[in-house]
T-cell receptor, first 118, second 117 residues
Framework: AQKVTQAQTEISVVEKEDVTLDCVYETRDTTYYLFWYKQPPSGELVFLIRRNSFDEQNEISGRYSWNFQKSTSSFNFTITASQVVDSAVYFC???????????????FGAGTRLFVKA | NAGVTQTPKFRVLKTGQSMTLLCAQD?????MYWYRQDPGMGLRLIHY???????AKGEVPDGYNVSRLKKQNFLLGLESAAPSQTSVYFC????????????????FGEGSRLTVL
């Protein structure tokens, strides 16, 4: 079965602290995609990163980094030196290809709300 | 670039009323989706479409209908609104599976907040 678990409902940190958001997924497919999306207080959903199941390289983009480990089915997201503007809800998502009908089946975690205090 | 546009952004309905949410995308994407977002539950798929003239049920389809008469538009209808349908609705589109580098990525509209009294 397809499932995404974000065990951390809310995290509160002080500015400049590092913070890691956890994401654990379940899938039977060998080909799948993992995503992180950000939802700031304004409400829109912003794409952050896409990783396919064959690429376990960690990625760094500025203050953001992602750790993908197939062995533990985890795709964790770390913000280094957090800033107030990082305050948002972050969603991890798993996308599988629909072989019969085409398109993708994407399931989201419940989200982690991050508060960064000045 | 407009991307994905949803109308209306806000709506208040009384129980039993009907309404339609319109989603339009200008990226020539094959796939379109309607999600609802409720506190603590992430986004749940209502219906989706893999091409013009096709629709399929998602995770929580009851009480909703959809149509995709044109490739760029995906309509979500509530025939008889219920308070349980109070939510934020997001439309999304995505390119085909063969589109390198973007497979599976969802492009979202800004959301439509619906309140059913």
């Amino acid at each position: 079965a397809q499932k995404v678990t974000q065990a951390q409902t809310e995290i509160s940190v002080v500015e400049k602290e590092d913070v890691t958001l956890d994401c654990v997924y379940e899938t039977r497919d060998t080909t799948y995609y993992l995503f992180w999306y950000k939802q700031p207080p304004s409400g829109e959903l912003v794409f952050l990163i896409r990783r396919n199941s064959f690429d376990e390289q960690n990625e760094i983009s500025g203050r953001y980094s992602w750790n993908f480990q197939k062995s533990t089915s985890s795709f964790n997201f770390t913000i280094t030196a957090s800033q107030v503007v990082d305050s948002a809800v972050y969603f991890c998502a798993l996308s599988e290809i629909r072989l019969l009908t085409g398109g993708f089946k994407t399931i989201f975690g419940a989200g982690t709300r991050l508060f960064v205090k000045a | 670039n407009a991307g994905v546009t949803q109308t209306p952004k806000f709506r208040v309905l009384k129980t039993g009323q009907s309404m339609t949410l319109l989603c339009a995308q200008d990226m020539n994407h094959e796939y379109m989706y309607w999600y609802r977002q409720d506190p603590g539950m992430g986004l749940r798929l209502i219906h989706y479409s893999v091409g013009e003239g096709t629709t399929a049920k998602g995770e929580v389809p009851d009480g909703y209908n959809v149509s995709r008469l044109k490739k760029q538009n995906f309509l979500l209808g509530l025939e008889s609104a219920a308070p349980s349908q109070t939510s934020v609705y997001f439309c999304a589109s995505s390119p085909g599976a063969k589109t390198s580098g973007r497979s599976g990525e969802l492009f979202f509209g800004e959301g439509s907040r619906l309140t059913v009294l």
